[in-house]
C-alpha cells in the first residue's frame, strides 16, 4: 500500500518503518543534512541517476529505485525530494505492486502563501523549516519587513505569522519609522481605507488596498477581492502574536530605489536588523553596524532552492555570528 501526505510532524513523530530520501540532490542533501543534525536516522538514498555501485551521500548509500527490492513486504517512510514528484509517485506505485512495499510517502507540496489559489506546489524551504524550528535556542522572533520578506520568513521556517506586517508594502522612510518606535506604531489600529498606486519597479502600475497607521501608510498585498473587508481584524489579530522580546528589522531595496540617508536612518537603529539588496553595487552603504547581508534576489523568495545554500539562517536566528 502506498499513501501519500505532506504532514511533517506526523510523518517524523507518529508513523513509523525505516526512513528514506528520494532524491540524492541538492534538496535532498539538505534534507540528509538536517536530518543529521536533528539526530534522525535515515536508511539510504534512492535516485535514478545513479550509473555506479557503491555511490554515497553523507555516508548513506545511494541505490537504484529498482533496488527498493531490499525492503519488500516491509513498511518504509519515503521522503521525496525531487521536484518530479509524479513520475517518482508513479514510480513507487510499480514498485509497490512488485515488491508489496508498505510505504507512506512524504511530499513537499503545500499552497502559496502570497497566492489565492491554494493549489499544491513544490516548496522545499518550508518543507526543511520543521528541522531548522528543532535546531533553534529561542522562540521564533517577530520580523518586520516592508515587504513579503517577513511572510516568506515564517514560510521557510513553517510557522504561524508572529507579525502583523505579512504580505505588506511600506515606503522605506515610514518602515523606519516603525522601526523606532513599533510599540506605538504596531499597537496602533488601521483607519482611512483607501487604494495606493505602487510604480515600483519603475514602469510598473499596481493598485494596492492601503491604511493609514498613525501618521504613515501601509499597503496590504496578495489579498483576494473578497477577504479586503477582514485586513483590519487580521491586523488586529496578529498584534497579539509579537514577540516583543525579540523583533528584528529586515529592510529590502528590491529596485535600488532606497534614499541615502534612509540607509543611515536604518543602520543607526538600536536592536537587529539586515538590509536586503538587489545587488553588491550598493554594498558600499553598508557598515559594520548590519548585523548580516544578504542578496534580496535570493533564497527568501524561492521555493526550490534551499536558504542554506547563500545563507545560514539558523546559525543567523541563534546568534551565532554576534
Request: include cysteine; charged fraction near 25%.
Amino acid at each position: 500500500m502506498l499513501k501519500v501526505t505532506n504532514n511533517t510532524t506526523e510523518f517524523f513523530e507518529k508513523e513509523d518503518g525505516d526512513i528514506i530520501i528520494y532524491g540524492a540532490g541538492n534538496a535532498g542533501y539538505w534534507v540528509g543534512y538536517y536530518m543529521n543534525r536533528c539526530g534522525i536516522n535515515f536508511e539510504c538514498y534512492v535516485d535514478k541517476n545513479i550509473w555506479h555501485e557503491k555511490i554515497y551521500l553523507l555516508e548513506k548509500p545511494v541505490y537504484k529505485p529498482d533496488e527498493l527490492f531490499r525492503f519488500k513486504g516491509e513498511k518504509v517512510r519515503i521522503i521525496i525530494t525531487a521536484k518530479n514528484q509524479d513520475s517518482v509517485l508513479a514510480k513507487l506505485l510499480e514498485l509497490e505492486q512488485r515488491y508489496s512495499i508498505n510505504a507512506i510517502c512524504l511530499t513537499p507540496l503545500y499552497p502559496s502563501i502570497n497566492r489565492p489559489d491554494k493549489i499544491k506546489r513544490y516548496n522545499i524551504n518550508k518543507f526543511l523549516g520543521y528541522f531548522r524550528k528543532k535546531l533553534l535556542k529561542a522562540p521564533l522572533p517577530t520580523v518586520l519587513s516592508n515587504d513579503c520578506t517577513g511572510g516568506l520568513f515564517y514560510d521557510i521556517m513553517d510557522s504561524i505569522m508572529l507579525s502583523p506586517l505579512i504580505n505588506t508594502a511600506i515606503m522605506s522612510e515610514d518602515f523606519v519609522k516603525i522601526c523606532k518606535n513599533p510599540q506605538y506604531y504596531l499597537n496602533a489600529d488601521l483607519r482611512e481605507p483607501h487604494y495606493t498606486v505602487f510604480c515600483f519597479p519603475p514602469g510598473s502600475h499596481e493598485e494596492s488596498i492601503s491604511y493609514r497607521l498613525n501618521d504613515i501608510v501601509i499597503s496590504f498585498g496578495h489579498i483576494p477581492e473578497n477577504e479586503e473587508g477582514n485586513i483590519e481584524k487580521r491586523w488586529e489579530i496578529m498584534k497579539k502574536y509579537i514577540n516583543w522580546n525579540r523583533l528584528i528589522y529586515i529592510m529590502v531595496d528590491k529596485h535600488g530605489m532606497i534614499p541615502f540617508r534612509t540607509f543611515n536612518e536604518f543602520q543607526e537603529l538600536e536592536g537587529e536588523k539586515m538590509i536586503m539588496i538587489k545587488d553588491t553595487k550598493s554594498l558600499y552603504l553598508l557598515n559594520e553596524t548590519i548585523h548580516c547581508f544578504y542578496d534580496a534576489a535570493g533564497c527568501f523568495f524561492q521555493r526550490d532552492d534551499p536558504i542554506e545554500n547563500h545563507f545560514d539562517i539558523v546559525g543567523w536566528l541563534n546568534k551565532e555570528y554576534c
